[in-house]
């Protein structure tokens, strides 16, 4: 039987009353000086509660049950216990409407805080800073529960706030770290997938509610808190997989990359609902794969509050958003790409942030992770936050966050969004909205350095990776290694390409003669990076229509003009991105609250341009001319550039093996020649691998040969600056590719 020890009161209320008031405000700085158990002599402790609506105390010592003393009708609880050293014990509490609970006193548990982490977090090297900061599952002096970590060294005092609580500011107190800023607490007895925040208490009296920038789980919106969600054993990769990851990322290797929204590419018909991630893998995945593409390119998926941002203005860095099912349905999606050998590819925003009241602007009451000047911290473009890069632990923040989904996931690689807005200060600003740096130049050396530490850090413990850069300047060396002078990334968007090749593409062909350059210009640099070709989301929102619809002519001339376009892109040096839709030649501009209109399927001029998009991607994957040498001039020669008066375009794609090769022409306008001559490098038979205007395409059916093999012989006739040539009938409005075949024996 368990003894009853009753107490004497040994202070009066009055002598707490600076803490009892310091307590029910709900700033208290220094919990752990006050509250939970102090030795008062050499054999006893002093165990101090405070329990907001608590009726009644008991602290439980093994067998024996000590009443604690209610300090007046203040919630704080004084208990004596007999102990030498720090004793173990349970709180009974009993509160105003009659329920009994059996708990922890968060009080009685020592610091588990890893104070190397928090050098390395503060001095801006802490790579797996989530594994320290936020919400964790552990198990502390034998009891389990949640260790809670977050960075406010501003803030007077930080609670942690949730339904555990009912939200009470004054109950979960954190444990302040001077030296690091860092607040730290741990809570038993907690479930996964309950909801908290941070109340940060400001030192002008302003209360917070934070959501947790570490967070693995967050509300979907409207809801704005974070969720309790265990961070499971990481995507463990096989070597093979590691080693196919390696190959498929290489500069080497056909990359062709489907770019999607995951809430827009179908929705279920009956509901109008998003597809989960669970019926994303049964369905995106086989559709990738069976078209061909080697990658899937996921638009950001952090989680973000307004479904029109499209995920780019993310306030969950570290948790995939709910808006298609839980924690563990991404997981498996993720999976499921591994399985089927898609490399899969994350949009990743750290650029800006947003400036819901929930997120990290003004996080403790300072400008702790933006800039506090606007000239620098505000983005007038996007009404967005530009992160502190001069900040040590902003770049421990966002390495940890990069690092985070390429080693917990296995991912291929990260997209990074807006690299030019980090690059510039003066980025989208006039003369006297920007402040120099150190040096009196635009240059953002703070945010240079962080891209560096990124592209270094994750390339060196996540091999066979690819980091790609959304830049849309002339930047150099942004995919040249960091201790060659450049960025480090692996990959650039080609926005030159893009920009001049549509420009040319909308006009109609009767102007495009005096627009040649255009289609040319991308190969007087086409060496200086590693690039990638993209035809993205940004070409078709805001009012740019759809790609079938900047086609110009009739409705035949638009889907000729496209399925040309996209040949001579497949032919052209770069990885190749496409944006979902446009390989069915979508009508209507990109509208992220509803399904791409597979309906089009049902005629055959869009059902001819997906099998474009298909036979295309499986000559490229199959064909090493058409991918090998992207980022050598060994690679590419013109056969002839100049002929605008046509609008004719001839170059040779070459393998490694130079006997390898592929001849590329596109006649860009609607007049068919035949009898065209063209000169080849090497004797033999030539095979015409790909005509854009086949019939299976919605084309014309104009045959490049008459022969039914499609085989064209060459002849001793010099042209092109070659001995040897051929010579063909072109189709108007198409792209042509020609093997040299295998000499006879």
């Known amino acids: 039987m368990s003894s009853r020890v009753g107490q004497k009161p040994f202070a009066e209320p009055m002598v707490y009353q600076a803490h009892i008031d310091a307590l029910s405000s709900g700033c208290y700085k220094d919990p752990f000086s006050f509250l939970?158990?102090?030795?008062?002599?050499?054999?006893?402790?002093?165990?101090?509660?405070?329990?907001?609506?608590?009726?009644?105390?008991s602290i439980l010592q093994g067998k024996q049950v000590i009443e604690a003393k209610k300090q007046g009708d203040s919630d704080l609880f004084i208990a004596t216990v007999k102990a030498k050293s720090i004793p173990d014990y349970q709180l009974d509490v009993n509160y105003g409407d009659g329920s009994q609970y059996l708990q922890e006193d968060e009080y009685r548990f020592t610091s588990t805080l890893d104070e190397q982490a928090m050098y390395l977090f503060n001095e801006g090297s802490l790579e797996h800073a989530y594994q320290h900061f936020g919400a964790h599952f552990v198990t502390q002096q034998g009891v389990e529960g949640v260790r809670f970590t977050v960075w406010a060294p501003n803030a007077s005092s930080?609670?942690?706030?949730?339904?555990?609580?009912?939200?009470?500011?004054?109950?979960?107190?954190?444990?302040?770290?001077?030296?690091?800023?860092?607040?730290?607490?741990?809570?038993?007895?907690?479930?996964?997938?309950?909801?908290?925040?941070?109340?940060?208490?400001?030192?002008?009296?302003?209360v917070l509610d934070k959501a947790d920038p570490f967070a693995f789980k967050m509300q979907q919106a409207p809801g704005t808190a974070?969720?309790?969600?265990?961070?499971?054993?990481?995507?463990?990769?096989?070597?093979?997989?590691?080693?196919?990851?390696?190959?498929?990322?290489?500069?080497?290797?056909?990359?062709?990359?489907?770019?999607?929204?995951?809430?827009?590419?179908?929705?279920?018909?009956?509901?109008?609902?998003?597809?989960?991630?669970?019926?994303?893998?049964?369905?995106?995945?086989?559709?990738?794969?069976?078209?061909?593409?080697?990658?899937?390119?996921?638009?950001?998926?952090?989680?973000?509050?307004?479904?029109?941002?499209?995920?780019?203005?993310?306030?969950g860095l570290f948790a995939p958003t709910s808006r298609y099912g839980s924690f563990e349905d991404f997981v498996y999606f993720?999976?499921?790409?591994?399985?089927?050998?898609?490399?899969?590819?994350?949009?990743?925003?750290?650029?800006?942030?947003?400036?819901?009241?929930?997120?990290?602007?003004?996080?403790?009451?300072?400008?702790?992770?933006?800039?506090?000047?606007v000239r620098q911290g505000f983005h007038p473009d996007w009404n967005t936050y530009i992160y502190n890069y001069d900040r040590a632990e902003v770049r421990s923040f966002l390495i940890a966050n990069a690092m985070y989904w390429l080693h917990e996931f296995g991912i291929d690689g990260l997209r990074v969004d807006a690299v030019a807005s980090m690059l510039y200060l003066d980025y989208s600003r006039e003369e006297g909205q920007w402040i120099p740096n150190q040096y009196g130049g635009r240059e953002n050396l703070g945010a240079i350095e962080c891209l560096k530490q990124v592209n270094l850090r994750c390339y060196g413990k996540n091999p066979g990776i690819m980091m790609v850069a959304e830049e849309s300047t002339a930047w150099p060396g942004v995919t040249r290694q960091v201790d060659h002078g450049g960025l480090g990334f692996g990959y650039k968007w080609n926005m030159g390409w893009m920009n001049d090749s549509l420009h040319y593409m909308q006009r109609d062909s009767l102007y495009r003669a005096h627009h040649h350059h255009e289609m040319t210009f991308s190969m007087v640099y086409a060496y200086s990076e590693n690039y990638i070709l993209p035809l993205s989301h940004d070409e078709v929102v805001h009012g740019k229509g759809s790609l079938i619809e900047k086609?110009?002519?009739?409705?035949?001339?638009?889907?000729?003009?496209?399925?040309?376009?996209?040949?001579?892109?497949?032919?052209?040096?770069?990885?190749?991105?496409?944006?979902?839709?446009?390989?069915?030649?979508?009508?209507?501009?990109?509208?992220?609250?509803?399904?791409?209109?597979?309906?089009?399927?049902?005629?055959?001029?869009?059902?001819?341009?997906?099998?474009?998009?298909?036979?295309?991607?499986?000559?490229?994957?199959?064909?090493?001319?058409?991918?090998?040498?992207?980022?050598?001039?060994?690679?590419?020669?013109?056969?002839?550039?100049?002929?605008?008066?046509?609008?004719?375009?001839?170059?040779?794609?070459?393998?490694?093996?130079?006997?390898?090769f592929v001849l590329v022409i596109s006649n860009l306008t609607p007049q068919v020649y035949h009898d065209y001559v063209i000169g080849v490098p090497k004797p033999g038979r030539y095979q015409v691998i790909f005509n854009s205007d086949n019939e299976e395409y919605f084309g014309s059916g104009v045959e490049v040969s008459g022969n039914t093999e499609q085989l064209i012989f060459s002849q001793p006739t010099a042209s092109h600056g070659y001995n040897q040539s051929i010579s063909v009938s072109l189709p108007g409005l198409a792209t042509i590719y020609l093997k040299k075949v295998n000499d006879e024996s």
């Not at 939970?36 to 402790?45: N, T």
């Not at 591994?338 to 003004?362: E, M, N, Q, T």
């Not at 605008?644 to 001839?650: L, R, V």
Request: glycine letters at 6%.
């Open 158 to 206: 930080v609670s942690v706030i949730g339904e555990f609580n009912y939200w009470q500011r004054n109950r979960h107190f954190m444990r302040f770290h001077p030296a690091s800023g860092v607040w730290e607490l741990f809570i038993p007895g907690l479930k996964e997938h309950q909801c908290y925040k941070f109340a940060i208490s400001t030192p002008s009296g302003e």
């Open 334 to 373: 993720i999976e499921q790409c591994h399985d089927a050998d898609l490399g899969i590819i994350l949009d990743w925003v750290p650029g800006h942030f947003p400036s819901d009241p929930h997120g990290l602007h003004r996080f403790d009451g300072t400008h702790l992770y933006e800039h506090a000047d």
């Open 36 to 57: 939970g158990p102090h030795k008062v002599s050499a054999s006893s402790f002093e165990i101090r509660c405070f329990l907001p609506g608590a009726s009644q105390l």
């Open 226 to 315: 974070s969720v309790l969600q265990k961070l499971n054993k990481k995507i463990q990769l096989s070597d093979e997989a590691l080693a196919n990851r390696a190959k498929r990322n290489s500069i080497d290797a056909p990359i062709s990359i489907y770019e999607v929204h995951a809430g827009s590419w179908q929705r279920r018909d009956d509901e109008g609902r998003y597809l989960t991630w669970r019926e994303l893998a049964d369905n995106l995945i086989p559709y990738t794969k069976d078209l061909g593409f080697t990658h899937l390119q996921l638009m950001p998926i952090s989680e973000y509050p307004f479904d029109g941002s499209w995920g780019y203005q993310p306030v």
């Open 551 to 660: 086609m110009p002519g009739d409705d035949w001339q638009k889907f000729a003009n496209l399925r040309a376009y996209y040949a001579f892109m497949w032919a052209h040096p770069g990885k190749k991105l496409l944006f979902m839709g446009a390989e069915i030649a979508q009508r209507s501009e990109w509208n992220h609250d509803q399904s791409i209109d597979w309906h089009l399927l049902e005629h055959v001029s869009h059902s001819g341009m997906q099998q474009t998009i298909k036979q295309l991607n499986n000559i490229y994957t199959t064909t090493p001319a058409l991918y090998e040498q992207d980022t050598s001039p060994a690679g590419f020669a013109w056969l002839d550039s100049s002929n605008a008066e046509q609008s004719m375009f001839s170059f040779i794609r070459y393998a490694k093996h130079a006997d390898d």
